[in-house]
């Protein structure tokens, strides 16, 4: 069970290419309660965005990738598909600027209104290590 910590902000409302939705600002609107934070966050930053696919009704363990029925179906967890057993969306994004419990971002693909469940600096820590 968790708890969201805000909710996205977005002129996208339905769902359209990734693409397309990652070329525009979004807000990350947090509740007062977690202003505090977002302290030593800074306009340039790049964030992992945790959220909520709260619109997909189902889950897909075979889907074609990007939704293009020309490509040959992959399992789900090779994909970025939404249509996951558990409805988590994951994107990094770049900070543009914060004011007070709002966080402008580039790069972010989830719909208006999604809720938020995470906030995290993205780091060396995010790749794997060489073999």
Do not use: C
């Not at 009704?57 to 967890?77: C, N, Q, S, W, Y």
């Not at 995470?118 to 060396?124: F, R």
Request: hydrophobic share 40%; net charge negative; no cysteine.
């Amino acid at each position: 069970m968790f708890r969201s910590i805000g909710y996205v902000r977005s002129r996208f409302s339905e769902w359209t290419e990734a693409d397309v939705m990652r070329q525009e600002e979004s807000e990350l609107v947090l509740e007062p309660e977690f202003v505090e934070g977002l302290e030593g966050l800074q306009p340039g930053d790049i964030l992992m965005v945790i959220y909520v696919l709260d619109r997909v009704k189902e889950a897909r363990l075979k889907v074609h990738p990007r939704g293009d029925p020309t490509k040959p179906m992959k399992g789900v967890f090779a994909t970025r598909s939404q249509y996951r057993p558990n409805p988590i969306g994951l994107t990094g994004v770049r900070v543009v600027a914060i004011e007070g419990n709002v966080v402008r971002v580039r790069g972010l693909d989830a719909l208006d209104g999604s809720p938020i469940l995470d906030l995290k600096i993205a780091s060396d820590l995010d790749r794997p290590p060489d073999p």
